[in-house]
């Protein structure tokens, strides 16, 4: 698969709250902005649009029929994925490489303060026959997943703490980061718990948002101003949705994932190669397993490395310098668009106060959050 | 360079039913299963999968897509699901086009569900969260209403009669009588029939074809 160009980036928020705006001004603002940054016309130089999104978070079904608008995309090939933003770039990636289309647009938002009812919401992505007469709250099922992960790999909960720890302290210097925090390791463990061993504050919250992205093929960015950053691989894969069946310990989607990613590229050892990573942290525990199923540390690693620094602002290897899902809040399907949208703007050298020097090549990763076993990772370059 | 040219290659679909006793993994299982069995492939073959499924409130599950990638053979591979409305069932054939024609796989699966009858009382009440929450929905439209709404519009342009539009039923149905996996076919229908029928029948059997 040819490489495919992000040519221009938009986003609004990230807030707790957006109560003066619609779920579809909070998109067209991030769409004109990236329409702007790419110095496109949506109407006369899109081919096709496409936006991330699942119907229940929207409060509305068939959520597919409300997205065109805000967009420009009145009357153009308009599709929903519902998976995360990294599906939706992936999908934009296939869409290029056919050779119909030589500009797609990719588009993912939330809304989260209009959804009163999240629990029950994620409640009811559990199996309806097996799992959901148990009447589990999605953050058990998380629960679970961290125990079994400490028990399998001896991390410690003062290395999850210290995600925490280190995630809302780089939010502090992010302009899109509202839930920035100088917080200790006593203050994140000394919280009230979620589902134990998982801490109130080692689970991240919702925020609202919008995040826009123009991308084309390497032709048609040549008659473009823009400073255009290349999607070099690009993986995703699913495990077993199954709560009785599945790996509790390990990811092994993910692992999935990075390997087509990284086979796109040649890459066979990743750690080498990647200069800074934005990664799950959906729940502080999920930064440590990810980085283990991605390759860029072994098994029982990523917690050790964590608590020396290595993942730090100015350590090694750059681990969401953005503040994350813990920092910068959750913005559900749209969360690995939030990702990409950092990656780019390091990579252009425009992430102001957060900028991580002489990067070249960044690892984004999303997951679909509880229960599913959904993820996908894309390597991005300059 | 041309565009990589796609090939179906295998297809399966269940028999449509009023009330399936299936689970939707299980209607996607069967119908994934005979696609493989009528081109003698297997899900080693299978380099990635394409669903397509659309809205969750008919299967009564957030993220259907999560829910049915087993069943739909998405167990670890890529997986993706897409949907366009009323349109999902001729997209995602669209979708798994673009997987192929993009050069990233060579085989893929391609697997469209839908279980209405887990609505209760009728999925038609599913389509009532469909309309526009602020400008629409306090007005409780029902789809019914805006297809009767759109259909007499329409007659009203082109001069066209019920028994003209009646005539496209009586082909469907007429048609289906002689499809295995046709729910609502009738060898016997006639026009007669259709325009004779009380409005609201009439309607949903237009919703339904």
């Excluded at chain 2, 899900?43 to 599950?61: K, Q, Y």
Aim: glycine residues 10%; hydrophobic residues 40%; proline residues 5%.
């Amino acid at each position: 698969m040819d490489r495919v160009a992000i040519a221009g980036v938009g986003w609004a928020g990230y807030r707790p709250s957006t109560p003066e705006v619609s779920y579809k001004e909070l998109t067209y603002e991030a769409a004109v902005k990236a329409y702007a940054d790419a110095g496109i016309d949506p109407r006369r130089d899109v081919q096709s649009f496409v936006t991330v999104a699942e119907d229940f978070l929207e409060g509305t079904s068939i959520f597919d029929e409300y997205t065109p608008d805000q967009l420009g995309a009145a009357l153009k090939p308009m599709q929903t994925i519902a998976g995360d933003g990294l599906h939706g770039l992936a999908t934009a990636c296939m869409l290029v490489n056919t050779g119909q289309y030589d500009m797609v647009v990719v588009e993912g938002h939330s809304k989260a303060s209009n959804v009163l009812t999240l629990p029950e919401i994620t409640a009811y992505a559990q199996d309806p026959v097996l799992n959901r007469p148990l009447r589990l709250n999605s953050d058990f099922i998380a629960g679970l997943e961290m125990n079994r992960y400490l028990f399998e790999t001896g991390t410690t909960m003062e290395q999850c703490a210290q995600v925490v720890v280190k995630n809302r302290r780089n939010a502090l210097d992010n302009p899109r980061a509202p839930y920035g925090a100088d917080l200790t390791i006593d203050d994140v463990l000394n919280g009230a718990t979620r589902s134990w061993p998982l801490g109130e504050r080692e689970a991240s919250r919702p925020a609202d948002g919008a995040v826009v992205m123009v991308l084309c093929s390497e032709n048609r960015l040549r008659s473009l101003a823009c400073t255009p950053v290349w999607i070099l691989g690009i993986g995703w894969s699913n495990g077993s949705p199954s709560l009785e069946s599945r790996e509790w310990g390990e990811l092994p989607y993910i692992q999935k994932a990075a390997r087509m990613a990284y086979n796109q590229l040649g890459i066979s050892s990743p750690r080498s190669v990647v200069d800074f990573a934005e990664i799950d942290d959906t729940y502080a525990y999920k930064e440590l397993q990810t980085l283990e199923a991605l390759g860029l540390c072994s098994p029982g690693e990523a917690g050790i490395l964590t608590e020396e620094g290595y993942t730090a602002a100015d350590g090694e290897l750059p681990v969401n310098v953005s503040g994350g899902s813990l920092g910068m809040g959750h913005l559900f399907d749209a969360t690995g668009l939030a990702r990409t949208l950092e990656a780019v703007l390091q990579l252009r050298g425009q992430a102001g106060v957060n900028q991580v020097p002489e990067v070249e090549i960044a690892l984004v990763q999303s997951w679909r959050g509880v229960p599913t076993t959904s993820g996908a990772v894309a390597i991005l370059g300059n | 360079m041309g565009m990589r040219k796609v090939a179906v290659v295998g297809a399966g679909m269940t028999k449509f039913v009023r009330r399936a006793l299936e689970t939707p993994k299980e209607l996607a299982w069967q119908a994934s299963h005979m696609a493989l069995q009528s081109c003698e492939l297997t899900m080693d073959d299978i380099e990635a999968v394409c669903l397509g499924t659309a809205p969750d409130s008919f299967d009564g599950l957030h993220m259907n897509g999560e829910y049915l990638s087993d069943g739909s053979g998405g167990w670890n591979k890529p997986y993706m699901r897409s949907y366009v409305g009323g349109g999902t069932g001729v997209f995602v054939p669209i979708q798994g086009w673009y997987h192929v024609a993009s050069g990233l796989f060579d085989v893929v699966l391609v697997v469209a569900e839908e279980k209405m009858s887990s609505f209760y009382p009728h999925a038609q009440a599913a389509f009532l969260t469909i309309f526009d929450h602020t400008t629409e929905r306090p007005l409780k439209p029902n789809l019914l209403w805006i297809f009767a709404l759109e259909m007499n519009r329409y007659m009203t342009t082109y001069g066209i009669s019920k028994a003209d539009i009646a005539r496209v039923s009586v082909l469907h149905k007429r048609n289906a009588a002689h499809h295995p996996a046709a729910l609502l076919g009738d060898a016997e229908i006639t026009v007669e029939d259709v325009v004779g029928r009380d409005y609201a029948v009439e309607i949903e059997d237009l919703h339904v074809l």
